[in-house]
């Protein structure tokens, strides 16, 4: 295993970890070779397939990789009224034809310790955290194979329970970031913190290094980021337009050609929020009741299945950071270059 240090890195970027199916072996491998680090969101991927994604990676790539999980409390499904509400809320979408509305009788994601098993048997170089902070035990586990461990920060709080924890990195989530927003209790109130202003806070506050996301695309914003005194930049939006990306081709098309649209948080696709190109989906689910995160995910897998298979982008989770108007169609290592070489133009 190539331990990770930032220093080590050509170009200080991590392509994002991005669950979904957007992350693949190919797109992760292009931009560890290219001196980066390769992510993989592997929040809702069974440990086969971690094994399995890993095995193949390493084949591929002896660069920096990194492996990501969300951590959540477990939920129970809500009272039958809001039951109710939220199925009506998913019944009344005005879709051309039906999907099936199944209310599991526990939510489905499959076991975190496990999940980190898979993934630690193959050596990645970082594992990250998204949505919370697991146990001290697993950190202890991960840190002590010499694979260093970042958590996702949006507010100072969030940021110094990760210092506590003797994590190695925080990333910075700022406001503008496409995809689920890293906020660990979403009852809280949310500051909305910006990437720049959230990074300022935080350098003030912890003294462990800090990795800037949310809303960078060019090696100027680079730059200004690292200037304010990130060690490393995390672009999830920026890949998505890549030809190794496992995004859908709607989805593409949608990033590409509708432009001109704005990007919204919501929870409607999920339970929890989380950033994506303005649809139908998001306006008709708009102050409508639904089940909590990952219920919620769940239950509109069949409609966006539907969706997808209609290449109907109306009811897809589009996810987007605010930005997502200067993404290239390129490969992935042509991406690393110009922002290589737009970030050292900008030096
Ligand atoms: C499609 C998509 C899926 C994402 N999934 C994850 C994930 O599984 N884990 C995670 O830590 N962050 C995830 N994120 C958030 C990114 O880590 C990062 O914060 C975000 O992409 C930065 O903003 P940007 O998209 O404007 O670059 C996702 C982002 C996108 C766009």
């Known amino acids: 295993m190539k331990v990770f240090n930032f220093s080590k890195l050509k170009l200080p970027v991590i392509q994002a970890p991005m669950a979904g199916g957007f992350n693949t072996p190919e797109l992760a491998s292009a931009v560890a070779n ?65 999907f099936e509305i199944n209310v599991p009788d526990k939510p489905f994601y499959y076991d975190l310790e496990t999940q980190i098993e898979s993934a630690l048997k193959n050596l990645p ?30 507010n100072i709080d969030e940021a110094q329970s990760i210092e506590s924890v003797e994590a190695d990195f925080i990333v910075a989530q700022g406001f503008e970031a496409g995809g ?23 350098l003030e506050n912890v003294s462990i290094p800090v990795v800037a996301a949310g809303g960078i695309m060019e090696g100027k914003d680079i730059k200004r980021v690292i200037k304010i005194g990130a060690l490393a930049v ?25 432009q001109k649209r704005k990007t919204q948080i919501t929870k409607a696709f999920s339970g929890r ?26 239950i509109t897998i069949p409609l966006r299945r539907e969706s997808q298979i209609k290449n109907n982008g109306e009811f897809i989770n589009l996810w987007a950071g605010t930005n997502f108007n200067k993404v290239r169609k390129v490969s992935a290592q042509k991406l690393m270059k110009e922002l290589g070489n737009e970030f050292k133009a900008e030096i």
């Open 180 to 202: 689920h927003r890293g906020i660990f209790n979403q009852e809280n109130v949310d500051e909305k913190l910006k990437l720049d202003n959230l990074l300022i806070k935080l």
């Open 125 to 154: 170089s970082i594992i990250t955290f998204h949505l919370g902070i697991p146990s001290l035990t697993i950190i202890e586990k991960i840190k002590s194979l010499g694979i260093k461990v970042g958590i996702t920060a949006t």
């Open 273 to 298: 929020m989380a950033r994506g190109i303005n649809n139908k989906f998001i306006e008709e689910m708009n102050g409508k009741k639904f089940f909590p995160f990952p219920i919620q995910n769940t």
């Open 34 to 98: 290219s001196g980066g680090v390769g992510s993989f969101g592997f929040s809702f991927t069974s440990p086969e397939k971690i094994d399995e994604t890993l095995d193949i990676t390493k084949k591929l790539t002896n660069g920096f990789i990194n492996a990501n999980f969300f951590v959540f409390k477990p939920v129970r499904l809500p009272g039958k009224k809001v039951q109710d509400e939220a199925i009506k809320a998913l019944s009344n979408l005005t879709l051309n034809e039906k």
């Open 234 to 258: 995390q672009l999830g939006t920026a890949f998505l337009t890549c030809d190794e990306a496992g995004t859908s081709k709607i989805h593409k098309h949608y990033l590409l050609n509708e």
